[in-house]
T-cell receptor
Framework: GAVVSQHPSWVICKSGTSVKIECRSLDFQATTMFWYRQFPKQSLMLMATSNEGSKATYEQGVEKDKFLINHASLTLSTLTVTSAHPEDSSFYIC?????????????FGPGTRLTVL | DQQVKQNSPSLSVQEGRISILNCDYTNSMFDYFLWYKKYPAEGPTFLISISSIKDKNEDGRFTVFLNKSAKHLSLHIVPSQPGDSAVYFCAASGETSGSRLTFGEGTQLTVNP
């Protein structure tokens, strides 16, 4: 149980285009989903927290107009990188919490490798 | 401001021996700590956790120790196996359901056969 998927697993795009990444909780309803970014050999950095039906809460320094998050249902959150640039190339990972017994436990997706040319 | 630090970027141990991974934190409001294991190009997978009301939690080959006064926790893996080779992240949170996690930088563990 508690499986989280991401799509696509990798994407290459041209500079200036927008890219959408989906995060789905497959066998549970996720009250909260998180989006992280990881640069090579660095820690996972939290970008934003999203709750179903409400606006995402962005971490300091993360541009909300560039990284659009939509949490339309209890099983789906999307991250859209708008007008992507090479410096946005990174590994994007989502996670979800069940809000149940494992209150503090986040279940992570497999990640999406974004390369912007 | 790195609130969770893993000062050893890498650790190499022999199969069958003990692996000890360390983590320090600065925020005294953290009250729940987790260890995750991560393979390249994959998301982290949960290993073990501990709340601040405990000083030890054990699950099979994995034991996490928490020293609140020193703001230090460690993950012990014994016996270590080659399949344990991965990057290990410690993470901390300070709220209840749906809390934000603050991650350390990770330690690359290599277990040699």
């Amino acid at each position: 149980g508690a499986v989280v998927s991401q799509h696509p697993s990798w994407v290459i795009c041209k500079s200036g285009t927008s890219v959408k990444i989906e995060c789905r909780s497959l066998d549970f309803q996720a009250t909260t989903m998180f989006w992280y970014r990881q640069f090579p050999k660095q820690s996972l950095m939290l970008m934003a927290t999203s709750n179903e039906g409400s606006k995402a809460t962005y971490e300091q320094g993360v541009e909300k107009d560039k990284f659009l998050i939509n949490h339309a249902s209890l099983t789906l959150s999307t991250l859209t990188v708008t007008s992507a640039h090479p410096e946005d190339s990174s590994f994007y990972i989502c996670s979800a919490t069940t809000g149940g017994a494992f209150d503090n436990e986040q279940f992570f997706g497999p990640g999406t490798r974004l390369t912007v040319l | 401001d790195q609130q969770v630090k893993q000062n050893s970027p890498s650790l190499s141990v022999q199969e069958g021996r003990i692996s000890i991974l360390n983590c320090d934190y600065t925020n005294s409001m953290f009250d729940y700590f987790l260890w995750y294991k991560k393979y390249p190009a994959e998301g982290p997978t949960f290993l073990i956790s501990i709340s601040s009301i405990k000083d030890k939690n054990e699950d099979g080959r994995f034991t996490v120790f928490l020293n609140k006064s020193a703001k230090h926790l460690s993950l012990h893996i014994v016996p270590s196996q080659p399949g344990d080779s991965a990057v290990y992240f410690c993470a901390a949170s300070g709220e209840t359901s749906g809390s934000r996690l603050t991650f350390g930088e990770g330690t690359q563990l290599t277990v040699n056969p």
